[in-house]
């Protein structure tokens, strides 16, 4: 009980923080945004915080659909909630809760071929990927 509190706390304070940039409407979705599924592959990646890597060439690390993400190794998480925003400058950010307590926040980078996804467990930020869809 405690976990499910903390995420959903992580939620409702990464969702005032998009919601922060232009004040946008805030909507959920059934499944993940169409334009993210596909494979991803990864171009750069950040662990806790640390320095940016590149990854040459790009590495295929996930397969997402509408309800569920298959991870290159194996592991399956199915989608519980899923919220689309967009900022200011008209960035869709989705904010997708699994089933695992997981939470991703998926932003569409300006201007390139790219998204952000950054990887939130245990109440805070433990990971960033860059990554394109195919």
């Not at 499944?31 to 590149?54: E, F, R």
């Not at 200011?88 to 998204?115: C, H």
């Amino acid at each position: 009980m405690k976990k499910s509190v903390g995420v959903l706390l992580a939620v409702v304070m990464l969702l005032a923080s998009t919601l922060a940039y232009g004040k946008p409407k805030a909507v959920e979705r059934l499944g993940i945004d169409p334009v993210l599924h596909g494979i991803w592959y990864a171009h750069m990646t950040s662990q806790n915080g640390g320095k940016a890597k590149a990854i040459n060439p790009p590495e295929a690390i996930c397969k997402v659909g509408a309800s569920k993400v298959t991870m290159a190794g194996g592991d399956t998480y199915k989608v519980v909630k899923v919220m689309i925003t967009t900022g200011k400058k008209g960035e869709t950010a989705n904010v997708i809760l699994f089933d695992n307590s997981a939470m991703w926040a998926v932003t569409k980078i300006p201007k390139q071929p790219y998204y952000l996804v950054q990887v939130f467990g245990n109440d805070k930020e433990i990971a960033r990927f860059m990554v394109s869809v195919r």
